[in-house]
């Protein structure tokens, strides 16, 4: 048995994509997927864009969605943050930007393969955040009092 030096082991691990060590660049990867526009926005690529009651069955297929159709979804969103977050989750491989030559030109994204099980986790996520919501802000209150 061989021993490993210090160097040796974080070589090893940033092979292995060990995010608990600050120089493995999975930790980008979990800082960009953890921004809630980039969850409300795989979200509303992913067909999940309908009020309606929490827990309620997801029958929506994703779905290519025009820049202004995001926009209008995602409210509160800035021109420059989802023009932005669109960039960098098309960089990364996770959804597709499509331009048609119209007039005005129309661009769509669409989630691509890696995108869509991507998805299904931030799926969850939201609908955690949407069925405790309530737990949550009474834990807040009876803190702040």
């Known amino acids: 048995m061989t021993t490993m030096k210090a160097a040796e082991k974080r070589a090893q691990a940033k092979v292995e994509f060990n995010a608990f060590l ?3 660049p999975s930790r980008q ?3 960009r997927i953890s921004d809630k526009w980039v969850v409300l926005i795989l979200c509303a690529l ?3 864009n ?3 009651p929490v827990g309620a069955a997801h029958a929506d297929a994703p ?3 025009r820049y ?3 926009s209008r979804l995602l409210a509160g969103v800035s021109q420059k943050m989802l023009t932005q977050t669109l960039r960098s989750l098309e960089h990364d491989g996770l959804l597709t930007r499509t331009v048609t030559p119209t007039v005005p030109v129309t661009v769509t994204y669409e989630l691509t393969d890696l995108g869509l099980s991507l998805h ?3 799926r969850g996520l939201r609908d955690w955040a949407q069925t405790h919501m309530a737990e949550v802000l009474a834990h807040r209150e009876s803190g702040d009092a």
């Open 22 to 24: 600050a120089e493995c």
């Open 29 to 31: 990867l979990l800082d």
């Open 46 to 48: 992913g067909g999940d």
């Open 50 to 52: 309908k009020p309606g």
């Open 63 to 65: 779905k290519a969605l």
């Open 68 to 70: 202004s159709e995001l």
């Open 120 to 122: 299904h986790m931030t």
